[in-house]
């Protein structure tokens, strides 16, 4: 074969394979776009979405897509826990931790809280027990707990925080099913800042001067309204004797949840948005900016009980490291007693 036709032969079947290349690029990234638009649909429908314009779609559109970045750079960071599409996909991280997390109390206030009546002592009695390796309150005791319940678009955790921990509470002190309110706390609580945040301490005061309803006596709205109930009208209200903040190691936690069921703790949920399951890990310093309760552990994780709906995590809960800090604050852990 002539030397310049194998040229021209090669020339062409260069030309050839690097339109190929471009083709299958641009082939590729049409349907990277539509695989995309698909999994926004399929979002849209799984958490009945609905925007008010086209704009406002295709803006929600967009930070979808840089959730998904995020949970794809989250996944490889944390590869025990799972990253990816949830209800709050289409928020933005700021206003997904203004809407549901709550205002960060400044750090000169955050000791007991503001307006704290009753500084909780600090329990410090250890006393021996064997501790299993693994607890769930679910199943091992004690009592039980509500139905995960849902915030809504109101910083209102610690109420949800609080009601979950005197439930328990009752239900093995008292044998009582209770679903108290978060409302009337939110209305009522002069301590705290309704949806705009409150500390677990202040929660307890409220519960432990004038005692908590029922949520179907004074039901969820998740917006602060006025204080729409007396004491007089109430046939029963559910108090509780105090609080105590348990001492902050792992071994005393453990301890008071085992005998005394939930606790409250103040965690980071900044990376909370695309958690879908697994042990999350945390091991750079944590911004407090939200309630959970502790409601069980295992041997390298803690199990916490969240309030975003049964829809979010682990069927609402989330599992958290416990040899980095698993974004969780162990200074403050609180727990009522009867
Ligand atoms: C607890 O309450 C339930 C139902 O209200 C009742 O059936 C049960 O006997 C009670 N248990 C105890 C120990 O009182
Ligand atoms: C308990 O109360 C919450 C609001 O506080 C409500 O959303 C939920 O439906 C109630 N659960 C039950 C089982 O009644």
Request: charge should be positive; aromatic fraction near 14%; include cysteine.
């Amino acid at each position: 074969m002539n030397k310049k036709l194998v040229g021209n032969i090669l020339f062409l079947l260069f030309i050839a394979s690097a339109f190929g290349q471009k083709l299958k690029s641009s082939k590729s990234l049409i349907s990277k776009k539509s695989q995309q638009q698909r999994d926004f649909q399929k979002f849209k429908k799984t958490y009945a979405k609905s925007y008010e314009s086209n704009e406002h779609e295709s803006y929600r559109f967009n930070v979808f897509l840089e959730n998904q970045k995020v949970a794809e750079r989250l996944n490889n960071k944390n590869p025990s826990a799972q990253y990816g599409v949830t209800k709050f996909s289409d928020y933005t991280q700021e206003e997904f931790l203004s809407l549901f997390a709550f205002v960060p109390i400044p750090s000169d206030q955050i000791i007991f809280g503001n307006n704290v009546k009753d500084t909780p002592k600090i329990d410090t009695q250890v006393k021996v027990i064997n501790i299993p390796e693994k607890w769930d309150i679910r199943f091992d005791g004690p009592g039980t707990l509500q139905k995960v319940k849902d915030q809504g678009q109101c910083g209102s955790c610690w109420a949800f925080g609080v009601s979950c921990t005197i439930e328990n509470l009752y239900s093995f002190k008292k044998n009582l099913t209770l679903n108290l309110s978060e409302q009337q706390q939110i209305d009522c609580n002069p301590y705290t800042y309704g949806c705009q945040g409150g500390w677990p301490a202040n929660g307890y005061d409220y519960a432990k001067e004038t005692g908590l309803t029922t949520s179907s006596k004074y039901p969820y709205e998740a917006v602060k309204g006025t204080c729409r109930f007396s004491v007089q009208q109430m046939d029963k209200l559910y108090k509780i004797n105090g609080y105590k903040q348990i001492q902050s190691d792992q071994k005393s936690i453990k301890q008071a949840l085992i005998t005394n069921g939930a606790l409250t703790v103040i965690v980071d949920a900044s990376k909370w948005q695309a958690y879908r399951g697994g042990i999350l890990q945390t091991n750079y310093p944590i911004q407090l900016n939200k309630v959970a309760n502790i409601i069980g552990y295992g041997p390298n994780y803690w199990l916490l009980r969240n309030s975003w709906g049964s829809g979010w995590g682990e069927n609402g809960y989330i599992r958290v490291d416990n040899n980095g800090n698993g974004g969780i604050d162990l200074q403050y852990v609180y727990q009522p007693y009867l």
